[in-house]
């Protein structure tokens, strides 16, 4: 929770930097719970669209972390080595997806790349156990 909290808190529309594998699936772990919650309260109160299959409550929780998640993403690929602006290969359907998921799920660039440091703390060759 404290990742998913820290991306809200202090990450919010911060595009720049880079993120680990941990925040990122942390906070996709507690949005799509928070979003299965909030779709079953909204069916549970009658507050959903059959049109848009989507409720009030789901629909404002979704616009309110939609720049978050961008902005975690965008963190994300910088981590290995991409610029965010790949995740617009998300918009391909079906073949673009898979390609950033498979963008997201990769190591982290273990070097300090053009947007910085590597969050883990380690250098490439201290990861690998290399002593210089």
């Known amino acids: 929770m404290n990742e998913y909290l ?3 808190r202090h990450h919010y529309a911060d595009f720049s930097g880079r993120a680990r594998r941990r925040e990122y699936w942390m906070f996709t772990l507690f949005n799509l719970i928070i979003t299965f919650v909030l779709g079953f309260v909204d069916g549970m109160l009658g507050l959903g ?5 989507l409720g009030v409550l789901s629909g404002i929780y979704t616009l309110a972390v939609l720049i978050p998640g961008l902005a ?3 963190r994300r ?3 290995t080595g991409r610029s965010g602006w790949w995740q617009l290969l ?3 359907p ?3 997806g898979i390609v950033v998921l498979v963008f997201v799920v990769s190591d982290s660039d273990a070097q300090t790349n053009r947007w910085g440091p590597n969050p883990k703390g380690v250098s490439g060759s201290a990861a690998f156990g290399v002593q210089g």
């Open 6 to 8: 820290k991306v809200i």
């Open 90 to 92: 998300s918009l391909i």
């Open 49 to 53: 669209s059959d049109d848009l299959s």
């Open 94 to 96: 079906l073949v673009g």
């Open 72 to 74: 975690l993403t965008a």
């Open 77 to 79: 690929l910088h981590d």
